[in-house]
């Protein structure tokens, strides 16, 4: 049971964090960074990642052909790994997007919850 | 400014990876610490606090380098195992392909039982017959069509589904046709006997015909797109 729980507990936020990095990806290009602020910024701050949550994530993303990272020069001379929706990854946030949807509309009948 | 990947490098070594890769991980994560640092600069942060700040956000160094290693390995398991064109091989060739097998091998145990039509039974060469299963022969276009039928429903191109549908025939081909020219050898050393006779019916009688009637069999759908193989069009 407690096993469960924890499963459940991850695989959850795994969803979200998916959801919340392909969702700013979908909008264009962005490295790790860029994309940390930009979910940080457009949840007002609710949902925030470190480097631990981030790039993990990331690379697990990239494998399963979702994302495509590249290093390019960023403003200043420097390098950044941008990351790209890869088709795959396009595909699988339009499931993405509806499962999240229903799970919001789940709760809600069963408890009241509401999302924005 | 603080040398991040200095910073980082001992943190996470040993990842475990291959240097390239472990240097990208490690430049990479170097960038974010160095970006988020000059934010809480620019939100007037001193250099030694921001630098402090910045290099806590990781918080947990050793499950950043046993996530990073897990993400890692998963990758490995998947190069190994499926990746996106294996996993498409799969579905348009190998399972395809293994029912027209297990098809073609269950009707031919069928045929063999002895409620089933005699097989005609040639004899070559004295001593050495030739059973050829001409029921099995009429079943296999259908045979083929499931296998093509499946191929194309799961995407696959017309190769994928011309060697779904010839999986019974290749079979034949691949392993007993693999010894036939060692026997063949063998024999013409020993007995000064090549057997071409026995070795031509062999090959016409369980490849070629089978492969004849499979194919034939799978010809309806060779043509016509699936979703998958049809091209997409662009969307924005």
Known sequence: MEDERINIGTQVKRGSAELAILSVLADGPLHGYQIAKSIERQTQGLLRFNLASLYPLLYRMEQRGWVKGTWEGAPGGRRRRYYRLAPAGRRRLVPLREEWAQLFQALNRLAGVTHA | MPDWQEMIRPKLAPLGLDAKREEEIIAELAAHLEDFHEDLVRQGKSQSEAAELAFSAAAD??????????A?????????????????????????????????????????????????????????????????LLCLPLVGGIGAYWSR????????????????????????????????????????????????????????????????????FFRGHTAESRPVAATH
């Open chain 2, 61 to 70: 160094w050793d499950a950043l380098r046993r996530e990073i290693q897990a």
């Open chain 2, 72 to 136: 890692a390995n998963e990758e490995v398991i998947m190069n190994y195992r499926l990746g996106p064109a294996g996993k498409r091989r799969l579905k348009t060739f190998w399972l395809p392909g293994a029912c027209t097998g297990a098809l073609s091998g269950i009707l031919l145990r069928l045929l063999q039982m002895p409620s089933a039509p005699s097989p005609h039974i040639f004899w070559p060469t004295p001593g050495m017959p030739f059973v050829f299963y001409w029921h099995w």
């Open chain 2, 153 to 220: 429903h799961a995407g696959g191109k017309l190769r994928a589904r011309a060697l779904a549908a010839s999986s019974p025939a290749l079979a034949w081909l691949c392993f007993p046709g693999i010894f036939l020219p060692f026997v063949l050898v063998f024999q013409w050393i020993v007995h000064h006997n090549a057997l071409l006779v026995p070795a031509a019916l062999f090959l016409l009688g369980w490849v070629i015909l089978p492969e004849a009637a499979l194919l034939l069999g799978a010809l309806p």
